[in-house]
């Protein structure tokens, strides 16, 4: 009997010590997950609704023959002459307008890397300009913005890196005080929401059922943060360098279908201003559109080889056809070097079977293919972004769209609940945090512990281990602090 209630005791403080770091977690996590949570309904209800806003721009009336693309684009390059042309997107249909993506000339890093760019919508049937966008402009980038960085740039970022890393040890944590201990019956909810208890089973049985999707959402949200995804997930996860011809004669035939540097979309000086250097694939990124997949961003472009002719926006097309490419976008030659692009992927909005994702380049001067990536190439790490990232985005179709908003909806609740559990729980007019209490040893090692797990989360340890040497320099030994967080 003594060891049996020696056992109870140690679980029961066990228990307590891993609550009380649950706490903890939820103090800074809560606030930013309220933030993404309530900007992810936004971005999910604003995707649909967006084009419906725009149907002057997006739809014109279907006509017997099309003109051709390098019609389309001499007709755009006439209009904006001091502008470089760096995006196709044919129409997918007889109703749909034509787009060119421009961006000013000079603008951003080398190629005009994550530079503004301004989307035209062309008539494919009379080459009439139906209007522009700034990508960066609409409502969805908006919340976009304030979803990624809270519009503080990388100290946005990092804070939001902080706390997906402690959201997930939050989980984790919460996974292991709501299992049921005592059969599943203590898990039957009571939907009359009186008692503290009432409350508390029905956080125990909706964080259970929630806690694997949103621990799979918080991961592929980190993949797009500045340490853990750019500095230590990405590299490792791209799909490894290779080695194309790099300028050497070819002994292909050039294609003579040519055009000159204005329907290339550069003018002279555009193309002598652009240097060697080598780009990666997120040099196809602007600012405020994704074209790139997360796998290929950090991968090397490969380089044109021939050095001579000019191949063409139509023979690019025909060759998207011959490939079996339906739905795609054309990514523009980027320097001298450069290369032809064509691609569908789930993350520009292409398709939405990450398993058909398909990335094809060419040679600039005539067309010979110089690499091709498909879903089958990605690593391990690269197939599973690929395949969540478009179901975080709610990008898969209607069911996806419906299911993450029942998703954030049970997160909401979660938030919710969790902070009247607390408010039913605190010290009335006491002033006090009103946090659980431990036994200092047993909460030390569950902190541990806690670190142990969050060394997958860099940043999220230094902040663990920052914590804990507040309260071992400051908290521990001032008396009103330590009142106030009881």
Not at 59 to 66: D, I, L, M, R, S
Not at 212 to 239: C, M, R
Request: charge should be neutral; glycine fraction near 6%.
């Amino acid at each position: 009997m003594k060891n049996n209630s020696k056992v109870s005791i140690r679980s029961e403080q066990l228990y307590r010590a891993v609550w009380r770091w649950h706490f903890y977690a939820g103090l800074f996590v809560v606030p930013f997950l309220l933030i993404l949570s309530l900007s992810g309904v936004l971005m999910l209800l604003s995707k649909p609704i967006e084009p419906l806003l725009h149907q002057n721009l997006l739809k014109v009336t279907p006509q017997e023959h099309p003109l051709t693309a390098n019609t389309l684009l001499n007709k755009v390059s006439e209009q904006y002459p001091h502008s470089s042309v760096k995006l196709y997107i044919p129409p997918r249909d007889n109703t749909e307008s034509a787009q060119f993506s421009l961006q000013a000339e000079h603008a951003g890093g080398h190629g005009g890397h994550n530079a503004p760019s301004t989307t035209v919508y062309i008539n494919p049937y009379n080459a009439e300009i139906l209007g522009t966008l700034d990508p960066t402009t609409s409502f969805y980038n908006w919340v976009k913005v304030l979803h990624s960085s809270l519009y503080m740039g990388d100290i946005g970022d990092t804070l939001l890196e902080i706390a997906a890393g402690l959201g997930v040890l939050m989980v984790l944590s919460g996974v292991y005080l709501a299992w049921p201990k005592d059969g599943w019956r203590s898990l039957v909810p009571r939907f009359s929401l009186i008692s503290r208890e009432d409350w508390r089973r029905l956080h125990r049985i909706i964080g259970l059922f929630v806690a694997i999707p949103l621990v799979f959402f918080l991961i592929s949200g980190l993949a797009w943060t500045n340490v853990w995804g750019g500095k230590l997930v990405q590299p490792w996860s791209s799909l490894p360098r290779f080695e194309a011809p790099k300028n050497t004669e070819s002994q292909q035939t050039v294609d003579h279908e040519s055009m000159d540097h204005a329907a290339m979309g550069h003018t002279n000086m555009d193309l002598e201003a652009m240097d060697h250097t080598a780009m990666n694939h997120d040099s196809m990124n602007h600012t405020g559109m994704h074209h790139v997949p997360w796998v290929m961003e950090q991968t090397p472009m490969p380089e044109s080889a021939a050095n001579s002719g000019e191949f063409g926006l139509n023979a690019v097309n025909r060759i998207a056809a011959e490939q079996g490419f339906a739905n795609y976008r054309v990514h523009f030659p980027q320097g001298e070097v450069g290369v032809w692009t064509i691609s569908a992927t789930t993350m520009a909005g292409d398709i939405t079977n990450p398993l058909t994702e398909r990335t094809l380049h060419l040679d600039r001067f005539n067309g010979e293919p110089l690499a091709e990536f498909k879903f089958a190439d990605y690593p391990v790490m690269g197939k599973a972004m690929a395949a969540f990232i478009p179901l975080h985005q709610g990008d898969l179709g209607l069911w996806n769209l419906l299911l993450n908003l029942v998703l954030v909806a049970m997160v909401l609740f979660m938030i919710a609940s969790g902070l009247v559990l607390w408010w039913k729980r605190r010290p009335k007019k006491q002033g006090k945090l009103g946090s659980p209490m431990a036994p200092p040893a047993i909460s030390k090692l569950v902190g541990f512990a806690m670190i142990v797990v969050a060394l997958c989360f860099p940043l999220s340890a230094l902040a663990l281990i920052a914590v804990i040497i507040l309260d071992s320099l400051l908290i521990s030994r001032v008396k009103r602090l330590q009142t106030a967080i009881k």
